[in-house]
């Protein structure tokens, strides 16, 4: 059996699939970034295993600025879930209704 | 036959930890998860031979990122197990399976059907001179030696993609300045007045169960 670039896509499929679910089900703030960073790293499998199938290091450039947007994301998001559960103790997705003017 | 074996290991790996994250009902436990989906990933980062980038994946993703989540999780102390039994919305559940199905449906289809490997074209050699070009994988320094894999990403990074590279220093910086307004607080002697209008104290909300507000939210949204 040979391993094929097609092999990586379609994990890469499942991972985001999962991840999607995830981020669709849960009501945990901490827990819908978790999922966020599942999906991005299942990109970042397809963009490695593009990159390697066209021989061009850009795939892995790609995923370099993936990973510092994603910590970006990580230390912001983290930020706002403190300042909500400074204000309700137990915040959930759910009660970002409470930010309407 | 190695390569497949390794993939196997590292992608079973990668799944039941993705699993686990989404199910685990403790968010300690869903941090731990993504750790060991992280740790997957490095290795088809390195069964690619991308070995910066997994590099990269452990040192920032699992020590950086994942760390911070747990940070957060301890300082918060919502490390509690969420109640799995209610369904918050109604039909919640069976619409994010039905996304779910949607996405991987369409995924499987574009990325193993349709496109099955890459449409684009190959940068082994460099269109205008014939010569290989800098950016292709197999490309060979001055000397004639085969460059390292972390020498390309450099010699890349910082030619092709300086802007590119710049721009995400401004964004970190913005990124950095954002959690400490954020998270700040109001200290002693200074006056409210001062601050942002999210400072303020909000009335004690209720239970979000009983919480009359939630239908004239959305009256009030439309």
Redesign the interface.
């Known amino acids: 059996?040979?391993?094929?670039?097609?092999?990586?896509?379609?994990?890469?499929?499942?991972?985001?699939?999962?991840?999607?679910?995830?981020l669709?089900?849960?009501?945990?703030p901490?827990?819908m970034?978790?999922?966020v960073?599942?999906m991005l790293?299942a990109v970042?499998?397809?963009f490695?295993?593009?990159?390697?199938?066209?021989?061009?290091?850009?795939g892995?450039?790609s995923?370099?600025?993936v990973?510092?947007?994603?910590?970006?994301e990580?230390?912001?998001g983290?930020?706002?879930?403190?300042?909500i559960?400074?204000?309700?103790s137990?915040?959930?997705a759910?009660?970002i209704?409470?930010l309407?003017g | 036959m190695t390569e497949v074996v390794v993939f196997c290991v590292a992608a079973a790996l990668a799944l039941v930890g993705a699993l686990g994250v989404v199910v685990s009902k403790n968010p300690v436990h869903s941090a731990l998860f993504l750790i060991q989906t992280l740790m997957g990933v490095a290795v088809l980062f390195v069964l690619q031979e991308a070995h910066f980038l997994a590099a990269v994946q452990v040192v920032v993703y699992a020590g950086a990122i994942v760390i911070l989540f747990l940070f957060v999780i301890m300082l918060l102390g919502v490390d509690k197990a969420e109640d799995f039994a209610v369904e918050p919305i109604a039909g919640q559940r069976p619409l994010a399976a039905v996304v779910g199905g949607a996405l991987l449906a369409i995924g499987l289809t574009v990325m193993v059907v349709a496109v099955d490997g890459s449409t684009g074209t190959s940068a082994t050699f460099d269109p205008q001179t014939g010569q290989p070009a800098e950016t292709a994988l197999d490309s060979i320094g001055a000397d004639g030696q085969p460059i390292t894999d972390i020498e390309r990403i450099g010699r890349v990074l910082f030619s092709d993609y300086a802007l590119a590279f710049e721009i995400t220093a401004a964004l970190l910086t913005i990124a950095v300045i954002g959690a400490v307004v954020l998270t700040r607080t109001v200290s002693r002697g200074e006056r409210l007045d001062d601050l942002e209008p999210a400072s303020f104290d909000l009335p004690p909300v209720a239970p979000h169960d009983n919480q009359p507000d939630h239908d004239s939210a959305g009256e009030s949204g439309a």
């Not at chain 1, 094929?4 to 999962?18: A, E, P, R």
């Not at chain 1, 490695?48 to 850009?58: E, K, P, S, Y």
């Not at chain 1, 559960?85 to 309700?88: E, V």
């Open positions: 059996m040979e391993l094929t670039t097609t092999w990586y896509l379609v994990l890469s499929v499942l991972m985001f699939s999962i991840g999607a679910v995830g669709l089900v849960r009501r945990n901490l827990v970034f978790m999922c960073e599942l790293n970042n499998i397809s490695v295993a593009f990159g390697a199938d066209l021989n061009d290091v850009g892995q450039i995923v370099f600025f990973l510092v947007v994603a910590a970006v990580v230390v912001v983290l930020a706002l879930v403190v300042a559960t400074r204000r309700r137990d915040a959930n759910d009660d209704s409470v309407r």
